[in-house]
């Protein structure tokens, strides 16, 4: 049981280039975020989704892209990559339960610097 | 105003020390709280979660929720420098599709 697994662990990247960060959970969570970590902003929802099929977004959307395609995989775009984006990002997952979902199992983490 | 406030710390004791870490919240929607434990270069794992107000307690890790005060607190008892890392507290509404976290308290315990 592998949890919550995330590639690449390490990018770098141009202003301008785009690149598709993977989140796979072998836990059969519904729910899966993507976060991105900054220093002294904590942890900051940029998408999530609480089913395949199915997305919406955080608190900080702009410049990203998701899909949920597959029920374990959770994909978060990056169409033209900004400095700004220069960050580590985790990917997270959960489950529903009683119609409220339990807490998050995060991945280590991508971390992503653009150029 | 962030939903979530958190002392960035960086908080430095001596081995055996009791740890106090705090957070405030404004929304009072919030219903479940947790604390993760976040080591350097690697992600949040969870230490603590609570449902509402109340103590929680496991081994050394003691939580507590004042839903009156918005505020909510861990405690560790007998630090260890294996405890050093970061601690970020986590929060919820009832519908649980999203979390707000604080930005998190270093915390150091010296041998």
Not at chain 1, 72 to 100: D, I, K, M
Not at chain 2, 24 to 50: D, V
Not at chain 2, 52 to 69: C, H, I
Request: glycine share 8%; with cysteine; net charge positive.
């Amino acid at each position: 049981n592998a949890g919550v697994t995330q590639t690449p662990k390490f990018r770098v990247l141009k202003t301008g280039q785009s690149m598709t960060l993977l989140c796979a959970q072998d836990m059969n969570h519904e729910y899966m975020y993507w976060y991105r970590q900054d220093p002294g902003m904590g942890l900051r929802l940029i998408h999530y989704s609480v089913g395949e099929g199915t997305t919406a977004k955080g608190e900080v959307p702009d410049g990203y892209n998701v899909s949920r395609l597959k029920k374990q995989n959770f994909l978060l775009g990056l169409e033209s990559a900004a400095p700004s984006q220069t960050s580590v990002y985790f990917c997270a997952s959960s489950r529903p339960s009683g119609g409220a979902a339990e807490t998050q199992y995060f991945g280590p983490g991508t971390r992503l610097l653009v150029l | 105003q962030k939903e979530v406030e958190q002392d960035p710390g960086p908080l430095s004791v001596p081995e055996g020390a009791i740890v106090s870490l705090n957070c405030t919240y404004s929304n009072s929607a919030f219903q479940y709280f947790m604390w993760y434990r976040q080591y350097s270069r690697k992600g949040p794992e969870l230490l603590m979660y609570t449902y509402s107000s109340g103590n929680k307690e496991d081994g050394r890790f003691t939580a507590q929720v004042d839903k009156s005060s918005k505020y909510i607190s861990l405690f560790i008892r007998d630090s260890q420098p294996s405890d050093s890392a970061t601690y970020l507290c986590a929060m919820s509404a009832s519908d649980f599709n999203k979390f707000y976290f604080g930005s998190g308290t270093k915390l150091n315990v010296k041998p």
